[in-house]
């Protein structure tokens, strides 16, 4: 069974930084591209940043510049840096990820339960 669990939400002043993580737990062999979506309420969820297993990042455009998405292999970990957070940047994080589990299976977009951000005005 693999877990992906997130921490680090709360509640933030605009401007403000918060700093979330997720780790991984379980029958792991390995952790490949991990990524941070997030949803609004009444808007479809979209991508925010995406990690390979090599260090590519990337970023939605409208995070660029703000947050930095970061991964340590040895602890099976991501994180995402939010700094100078605006309200729109509202939302539940969810952490996700393919993987190649212990039994060789590989599963794609594998998701978190979610961390509430709220960012006020």
């Known amino acids: 069974q693999v877990q992906l669990v997130e921490s680090g939400g709360g509640l933030v002043q605009a401007g403000g930084s918060l700093r979330l993580s997720c780790a991984a737990s379980?029958?792991?062999?390995?952790?490949?591209?991990m990524r941070w979506f997030r949803q609004a309420p009444g808007k479809e969820r979209e991508l925010v940043a995406g990690i390979t297993s090599g260090g590519r990042t990337y970023y939605a455009d409208s995070v660029k510049g703000r947050f930095t998405i970061s991964r340590d292999n040895a602890k099976n970990t991501v994180a995402l840096q939010m700094n100078s957070l605006k309200p729109e940047d509202t939302g539940v994080y969810y952490c996700n990820a393919d993987l190649e589990d212990s039994s060789g299976k590989r599963l794609s977009g594998y998701w978190g339960q979610g961390t509430q951000v709220t960012v006020s005005s």
């Open positions: 379980g029958s792991i062999f390995s952790l490949n591209t």
